[in-house]
């Protein structure tokens, strides 16, 4: 049998619950090799294909979401083999392809690899405990995994170039004020202030949530204007669907909506 490298939960009691995924190298500070990030791809999307989910948590452990992709795994790969393999790109990026939100849950070190796939998440809740960096260049290489474009995105030119180049870590406060996570809570509250935020989701129209989600991310992948078109576009497909009339109408009875997902 494969050994496990990722852990699956699933937690709630609704008719959506939250597909809970930890990565688990612990001895490794969770060092993402091919092994793993296979695993992480089949549980992302296994859950995202289970209607019974309607959030997914990425996170690892206390001491560290990820340090980084392995690299004792890396160390003597040749430019042919990494060109033939499609490193990153086979395995990586399935996370890009989910359609259900994906929150991650950071404690410890983010790093390298580690805190693009924090990024590629779709928002991140961090504990004070939280550091982020990108140190490739201490080993030879960059970012490979997109963090070279999406932690400009995230935190400006002036403070990703800081990263990139001094391969400084952020811890978690000025993560959030660089606008790189969204909250920072406590370490010993952060899976319970995690489940909450998706439980806020589980519980509304898994069709605006799907497509909410989808206009995001427009906003980081063209130009203002297709952007502002693509939303106007869903927005509208949106009053086809009953779930925007009982929404609406339940607010203006004053009564808690019952979804239907139509
Ligand atoms: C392989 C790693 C690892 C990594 C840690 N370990 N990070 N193994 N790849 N990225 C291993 C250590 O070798 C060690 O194994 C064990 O985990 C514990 O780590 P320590 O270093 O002993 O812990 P500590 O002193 O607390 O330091 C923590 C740390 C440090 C600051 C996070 O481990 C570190 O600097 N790690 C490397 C971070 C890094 O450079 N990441 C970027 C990788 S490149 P043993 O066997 O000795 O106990 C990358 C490329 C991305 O991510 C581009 C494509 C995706």
Redesign the pocket.
């Known amino acids: 049998m494969t050994e496990p490298l990722v852990l699956t939960q699933t937690i709630g009691e609704g008719a959506r619950r939250t597909g809970v995924i930890t990565l688990h190298r612990p ?3 969770n ?2 090799n091919d092994a793993l990030m296979d695993q992480l791809g089949a549980a992302l999307q296994g859950f995202d294909a289970d209607d019974g989910i309607g959030c997914i948590v990425v996170t690892g452990s206390e ?2 979401f990820a ?6 795994a ?1 160390a003597k790969k040749t430019y042919a083999e990494a060109i033939a393999e499609n490193f ?1 790109g086979r395995n ?1 990026e399935t996370i890009l392809t989910i359609r259900k939100p994906v929150i991650a849950a950071v404690s410890g ?1 983010a ?4 805190c ?1 796939l924090a990024m590629m998440c779709d928002f991140i809740i961090a504990a004070d405990t939280a550091k982020f960096g990108q ?2 260049i ?2 030879g ?1 960059i ?3 997109g ?1 070279t474009q999406r932690l400009p995105r995230a935190v400006g030119k002036s403070k990703a170039m800081d990263m990139v180049l001094t391969a400084r870590m952020m811890d978690a406060a000025e993560a959030e004020r660089a606008g790189l996570v969204s909250r920072v809570v406590p370490a010993d509250k952060l899976m319970d202030e995690v489940l909450a935020a998706a439980d806020a989701i589980n519980a509304l129209s898994p069709a605006s949530v799907l497509l909410a989600k989808s206009c995001v991310n427009k906003a980081f992948e063209g130009g203002l204007a297709d952007g502002v078109q693509h939303e106007r576009r869903i927005f509208h497909s949106l009053f086809a669907t009953e779930d925007q009339k009982e929404g609406m109408a339940a607010f203006l009875e004053k009564r808690k909506p019952a979804w239907t997902g139509r």
């Open positions: 001895k490794q500070l060092a993402l001491k560290a340090a980084g992709a392995d690299i004792s890396m990153i990586w070190f790093l390298g690899g580690g693009e140190p490739e201490k080993i290489i970012p490979g995994a963090g």
